[in-house]
């Protein structure tokens, strides 16, 4: 097999990095090249489940008040917290970032295995240091009234919700200083794919 490439797609909430992830699964499989996505939303979400061992440090920070009915870690509750709080927003990225850094390197060591390419679509791609982990990285760039709008309808959300959400995070221009490629992505799906195709099309050839 060729030797596996990893490109890491991150960006601000409501910039498209799932969109941009799958484009890139498809005109690869279109090549002939075998892709997967790496979701860290999906691995971050298991870190939360009541046996992982996040699960008491975070609930720990927190109390019992974000936990569920069955003692599960409600997600919304901790989002609605931290969102508004950037210090208990620092607090619970030191708590699980470590959790998923490691989950998501030991995942990604596996499929770099089976796949030649492997899509990092992750929030915080920086911020966890798993950049480092990256051949190329894709930053997402849309303007701020279009993000807000996408989480509103994403996450179901209010105007004053999605604008936390984004202000918690860090600025395009502070990503943009690790980005090999940046996409400009404010709604327009054909003109995006052509972004992709092209940039993926000088990586494979």
């Not at 799932?18 to 005109?27: E, R, T």
């Not at 490691?102 to 920086?126: A, F, G, W």
């Not at 209010?158 to 202000?167: H, M, P, T």
Request: glycine share 6%.
């Amino acid at each position: 097999m060729t030797l596996s490439r990893v490109i890491g797609v991150t960006g601000n909430s409501g910039s498209g990095k799932s969109l941009v992830s799958s484009l890139i699964v498809g005109y690869a499989k279109e090549r002939g090249v075998t892709a997967v996505i790496l979701d860290a939303d999906k691995i971050a979400h298991g870190v939360l489940l009541k046996n992982s061992p996040a699960y008491p440090e975070v609930v720990g920070l927190f109390g019992d008040k974000i936990l569920d009915a069955d003692g599960e870690i409600n997600r919304k509750k901790i989002a609605e917290i931290v969102f508004s709080n950037k210090e208990m927003l620092a607090k619970h990225t030191a708590i699980t970032h470590k959790y998923i850094a490691k989950l998501m390197t030991d995942r990604l060591n596996e499929l770099k295995k089976e796949y030649e390419i492997v899509v990092m679509d992750v929030p915080l791609l920086i911020e966890a240091n798993l950049h480092r982990e990256c051949d190329y990285v894709w930053l997402l760039s849309s303007e701020y009234d279009t993000k807000v709008t996408r989480i509103i309808s994403r996450d179901n959300l209010s105007y004053e919700q999605a604008k936390a959400r984004i202000s918690s995070q860090n600025t395009q221009a502070a990503l943009s200083a690790y980005a090999d490629f940046i996409l400009e992505n404010n709604g327009n799906i054909r003109e995006l794919l052509v972004l992709v195709t092209d940039e993926l099309h000088r990586i494979l050839n």
